[in-house]
């Protein structure tokens, strides 16, 4: 069975561009969410997704938004990127939303921003 | 808040020592604590994770985690390192009900041969 897919892998932008990340979960898994990891940090909460509602959000600005999709796809969206917004971005799927519910990740969208 | 702090951002063993990765969490409450392995270009891979009951736990690859609510740590072990070990080891804490994991910065292990 195929993990969890992002798309690209690599990205490059330009500051004030807008970018779209996607993320495709495990076959049966309705919850998908969104982590920013910065170069020598650990991965930080964005957004969580179950059956196409949002169920929580971490500290970004209004600039990020996501959605997810009747095939419980996931579309994560940057506006007027900033150079600090260069980092890994890491989608993980799991069955449901609970917190005892195993996450599996993607390997990430590494997104640059010149 | 809840936070995650991992004191040791880099560690060298050599390979077939012991390994001890230190995490110290802050909650109020028990939190639910996890453990992750991420190598150069991948994902991250839960190695463990502690909801309740037995303060020691096992997971894959030969790795242990003791929780310890005196101290609000919970580390994580392996009594002989291999040289795939070597890998980038995040902390984690799911606080109450949410889906929100809060990751240390995480400590990266290089293993001498």
């Known amino acids: 069975d195929a993990g969890v897919t992002q798309s690209p892998t690599h990205l490059i932008k330009t500051r004030g561009q807008h970018v779209t990340l996607r993320c495709s979960p495990i076959?049966?898994?309705?919850?998908v969410s969104w982590y920013q990891q910065v170069l020598g940090q650990g991965p930080q909460f964005i957004f969580q997704?179950?059956?196409?509602?949002?169920?929580g959000r971490g500290n970004f600005p209004d600039r990020f938004s996501a959605r997810q999709f009747p095939n419980y796809s996931s579309e994560l969206n940057v506006n007027a990127l900033l150079l600090g917004d260069s980092a890994l971005y890491l989608c993980?799927?799991?069955?449901?939303?609970?917190?005892?519910?195993?996450?599996?990740f993607g390997s990430g969208t590494q997104l640059s921003v010149l | 808040a809840q936070s995650v702090t991992q004191p040791d951002i880099h560690i060298t063993v050599s390979e077939g020592a012991s390994l001890e990765l230190r995490c110290n969490y802050s909650?109020?409450?028990?939190?639910?604590l996890f453990w992750y392995v991420q190598s150069p270009g991948q994902g991250l891979q839960l190695l463990l994770k502690?909801?309740?009951?037995?303060?020691l736990v096992q997971g894959i690859k030969g790795f242990e985690a003791e929780f310890k609510r005196s101290q609000s740590s919970f580390n994580l072990r392996k009594p002989s390192v291999h040289w795939s070990d070597a890998a980038e080891y995040f902390c984690?804490?799911?606080?109450?009900?949410?889906?929100?994991?809060?990751f240390g910065q995480g400590t990266t292990l290089q293993v001498k041969p």
């Open positions: 993980a799927s799991s069955l449901v939303a609970g917190p005892r519910e195993k996450l599996f």
């Open positions: 076959s049966g898994h309705k919850s």
């Open positions: 997704y179950y059956e196409k509602e949002e169920r």
């Open positions: 909650y109020g409450a028990t939190p639910y």
């Open positions: 502690y909801f309740s009951g037995d303060t």
């Open positions: 984690a804490v799911l606080p109450g009900n949410t889906g929100k994991l809060i």
